[in-house]
């Protein structure tokens, strides 16, 4: 599966690997929890409304929340990140 990241939630993941590189490790990880088989999930995604319906949130830390969706793209199955940090206040990046 295919990872996309908006430049935005790039910016932020490469801040979180500066700054505090125990929760850049845990998005790797919500990343690679999110590209498993469906049927190893336990169902911890929170569908968002409103200005970003269609899209999942998974919590970081504290406030901070991992926010993406899947996709088909090209044929092919997509992961995008929207964000990996603040609180559902980003605009739709794709």
Known sequence: MKVIWSSSA???FH???SDDLETAKIIVGLVDYVRRPSSDKKG???PLIRDLSGWLAL???DSHR???RLRDRDNAKC???LSCSGHYTKSRAF
């Open 66 to 68: 991992f926010v993406y």
């Open 59 to 61: 919590k970081i830390v």
């Open 79 to 81: 992961l995008e990140i």
């Open 15 to 17: 801040d979180w690997i």
């Open 10 to 12: 790039w910016d932020e």
């Open 44 to 46: 911890v995604s929170k």
